[in-house]
């Protein structure tokens, strides 16, 4: 069993940045992938952010990349997500994801608005 917390989430302006972590517990050694994923109200939870635990190559959705940076401290069993040029459609829950086994957590709410 892997449990993950998130934090870090909030309200910010448009533009603005925030960096979310989310910390690893329990079977680490079994992690393959850590990721983001997200979910606005009224949507379907998607896709936003992975890692490679071990060799820490990236993978995005098309509508954060160049925003959003994921990277991970492989001592500290945590995974980042830096969000920066926040835009009102980045506001949703996000949850932090582990693989394999399809851990999540408990989920962290980003507000984006003026």
């Known amino acids: 069993q892997v449990q993950l917390a998130e934090s870090g989430g909030g309200l910010v302006q448009p533009g603005g940045s925030l960096r979310l972590s989310c910390a690893a517990s329990?079977?680490?050694?079994?992690?393959?992938?850590m990721g983001w994923f997200r979910q606005a109200p009224g949507k379907e939870r998607e896709f936003v952010a992975r890692?490679?635990?071990?060799?820490?190559?990236?993978y995005y959705v098309d509508s954060v990349k160049g925003r959003f940076t994921i990277s991970r401290d492989i001592a500290e069993n945590t995974v980042f997500l830096q969000m920066n040029s926040l835009k009102p459609e980045d506001t949703a829950v996000y949850y932090c994801?582990?693989?394999?086994?399809?851990?999540w957590g408990q989920g962290t709410q980003v507000t984006v608005s003026s």
């Open positions: 890692i490679h635990w071990s060799g820490g190559s990236t």
């Open positions: 329990g079977r680490t050694d079994s992690i393959y992938y």
């Open positions: 994801h582990a693989d394999p086994g399809g851990y």
